[in-house]
């Protein structure tokens, strides 16, 4: 048994200024002291050359939220460039490191995705550090992902006790690269609090191309390097959406081991997992058909099954964007247009205590969308 204790709004976009009016890619990052920063783009649109990031912090659990005053510079070795993500992990009490993806913007005309090579604006992955909570951060460092390029970054960082975690991308293929796609998930791990990094770990990759794992997201499931994997799942022969994927795996001395990867029944798109106290695992899923939802799902067999009948919809939409596209006979290119025009989803999940979590999302409509949260109590 499940009920949301109370609703919040993180950051009201109808507050901030036309450059500021969209905000998505939503984080939330708990902290040792009991605050909860949630991180989110703003720009002026979706995937906007002008997209920076912005932090809130909550002292109560969720209930209310001020926006932390550090800014983020998006020019990096003197090239102009947007932002976007704003994964957050605490190494050490008060040090966090924030992980973040740079897009080349030196040519503000470009969009993100060329519809004719299917390539990216050239990336990079960075990350600053805060020895304050938050409060302040350092300049910008870069996570070396060798031989891999349309590199971004897929969700929250996994960390393990004692100290190790891991950073979760994807790679793809740059703007002006005429060869064939090839998507990828991967992650980075570190052991001494991001002081360096592995080689790139492959986390899921189809050998045929056609298949992609998109927008992976993570959570530990055990003391010793044990991870849950869930992705939106796209393919590309059949042009349509298949249903959520699901997989486990373990990082034991930088190597990593992965088992199958399996279909769910979950319909939707990206999808968040979460370990709950009592070892069941938790999944918000967004879920763009009609009705459009944002939707709790629960697993208590390690993610095997996720019966329809234990989930919770904590939102519904009204979709407002000029979208083109459905689940179904997908014009690839105009997929990608239509992802700069959908008005909600980037779930994010944290767990508060023994039974009680934070889930958190965009929502609005094309002319302002604004980060939600709701703080939910469950049951065994």
Known sequence: MSRIQHRAIVSNTADRSAHERIAYFTSLSRLQSGDVLCGYFVGSGKHSPDGTLRLSRSTDEGRTWSDVKARFSSTVDATPGSL????????EPRRLLLFTTWFDRSNPDRPLFNPETEGILRSKQLYAVSTDGGESWSDWSTVPTPGLSGCATTGPIVSWPDGPFAYAFESFKEYDDPAPPKHAAWI???????????????????????????????????????????????????????RVHFATGRVRDAQIEMGPINETPIQGQIAAPCLLADGRLAAFVVDRNRPATMKLWVSADGGANWPEEDSMVIYEHEERGAVTQGTDDVDFAQYWEDMGKWTFGHPAVCRLGENRLLLAWYAGTPEGTSIHAAHLCYSE
Do not use: N
């Not at 790139?200 to 010793?224: G, K």
């Open 188 to 242: 980075v791990t570190s052991v001494d609090g991001g002081r360096s990094f592995s080689a790139p770990l492959l986390i899921a990759q189809d050998p045929e191309h056609q298949i992609y794992y998109w927008d992976q997201r993570l959570c530990r499931t055990s003391d010793d390097g044990g991870f849950a994997a869930m992705f939106w799942t796209h393919d590309r022969a059949q042009q349509k959406d298949l």
């Open 84 to 91: 976007a993500g704003a994964e957050i992990v605490e190494t």
